[in-house]
Each structure stands twice: as structure tokens, then as C-alpha cells.
């Protein structure tokens, strides 16, 4: 009984396509954030772009605004209503990119290594470099060739940590930071609603928190 249906696109959400496909022959409204964002190539076969473009406050911002927009046309009576709330959003998600801003403004380090390639539009923003162990879906098993490439590149960078991440096994990070000799430490990508102390951690919360680890891998001043 939706008036709106309101997907990412770009490839991540493919069982929500198939649905999405029927929707407006019985006058729903689809909306794929997807659209109007710049993409980036996608790193692996099958797929055609990276989705992961809300890990960039910045696109984030145009995604709320698009947000408040489409639900404000749907429910006039209360535009203008959705339209402040959402630059109340806007707002601490520019404060948001400040802090990255400044936090890795002056690192030693400018590359992190991942166990999941979904940060490149983060990586993008803030002048980082990504290396990562899976592709754009975090369940691929990388070749033993690839694994070792990584370790090498690892060892030549000086990077002392490798992320994982909260959705998928912390595994093969795990394995290959013990034949390192250095550490992990969690990146959250932020496709699910974990509970912290009781409640939903926020997205504002969650990319603070990969922000400090952030700047502790990357040794930030």
C-alpha cells in the first residue's frame, strides 16, 4: 500500500528491482538514489557501477534533500516540514565532512586495506587510497596469487592495519594481519542497523566511529 518506494540502485538491491519493476503500473513511485550520482566503475565483473556511494557524507547530503523532496511532492500539506528537517540533516552531515576533513588532512599513511572494496567514494573524497581484499561483494574468495599480492603491498606501504567489516567474516583480514604480524580493526560500510547499547546506532555515529579508526590506521595527527 506504499505511495513511494525508495531503493539505492546501482546494482545492490537486485531482489528490490525485480519489485521495483511492477510498482509504477499500480502508481507507486520508485525512486533509486542511485540517480543524479556520479558513479564510479565498478572494480569487478558483473557488475556495472560501485553503489556504495553513501559512505561520502557529501552524497549523502543529496540524498536526503532527494529524499525529503519526493516525500514532500507526495505529502504536500507537510513540505516544508520535511524540507527543514532535511537541512537539519544536511547540516550535521556537512559538519560530518569537516571532521573528515581535518581528521585525515595530516596522516602518514594515505592507504587503508580492506577486506571489502566499498570505500571508494570515501577514499575518493579524502584523498585515500584503497586496497582491498574481496571485490564489491564481501563473500568472494580472492586467489592465493591475490593474497599475496596484497601482503606485499601491505608490507611495502607500512600499513599496520587491516579492516573488516561487521556484515561479513572477519576471516581472511584476520588470517592475513596474523601472517603480517599487525592488527585489525573494524570498518563499518553501513549496510545494516546494528544495536549499540540499546539502540540504533545512527549513520552519523557509525561513520565517526570508522572515522577514529580511520585515523588511528592511518596515523593521523
Not at 524540507?83 to 552531515?93: K, N, S
Not at 571532521?99 to 594515505?110: A, D, M
Not at 571489502?116 to 596469487?145: C, M, N, W
Not at 553501513?190 to 540499546?198: K, L, N, R, T
Amino acid at each position: 500500500r506504499a505511495d513511494i518506494v525508495i531503493i539505492n540502485g546501482a546494482g545492490i538491491d537486485a531482489w528490490a528491482e525485480k519489485v521495483a519493476r511492477e510498482l509504477p503500473e499500480r502508481g507507486v513511485r520508485v525512486i533509486r538514489m542511485a540517480d543524479g550520482i556520479e558513479l564510479l566503475s565498478a572494480s569487478e565483473e558483473g557488475h556495472s557501477a560501485d553503489p556504495h556511494f553513501w559512505l561520502d557524507p557529501v552524497l549523502a547530503q543529496s540524498q536526503v534533500r532527494t529524499i525529503a523532496r519526493v516525500v514532500g511532492e507526495q505529502d504536500g500539506q507537510y513540505r516544508d516540514f520535511y524540507q527543514a528537517r532535511a537541512e537539519v540533516f544536511a547540516l550535521e552531515l556537512g559538519r560530518l565532512d569537516q571532521e573528515y576533513q581535518t581528521g585525515l588532512s595530516q596522516c602518514r599513511l594515505r592507504t587503508i586495506v580492506t577486506s571489502h572494496d566499498a570505500f571508494a567514494y570515501l577514499a575518493k573524497r579524502y584523498l585515500l587510497e584503497t586496497v582491498s581484499i574481496a571485490g564489491l561483494s564481501p563473500d568472494a574468495e580472492p586467489s592465493s596469487q591475490r593474497l599475496a599480492e596484497i601482503a606485499r603491498e601491505t608490507s611495502r606501504l607500512g600499513v599496520k592495519f587491516i579492516f573488516f567489516e561487521t556484515l561479513s567474516s572477519p576471516k581472511l583480514a584476520q588470517t592475513l594481519a596474523g601472517e603480517l604480524g599487525i592488527s585489525t580493526l573494524v570498518f563499518d560500510p553501513i549496510e545494516g542497523s546494528p544495536v549499540v547499547d540499546g539502540a540504533r546506532a545512527t549513520y552519523t555515529e557509525l561513520m565517526r566511529s570508522n572515522l577514529r579508526n580511520l585515523e588511528v590506521a592511518l596515523e593521523c595527527l
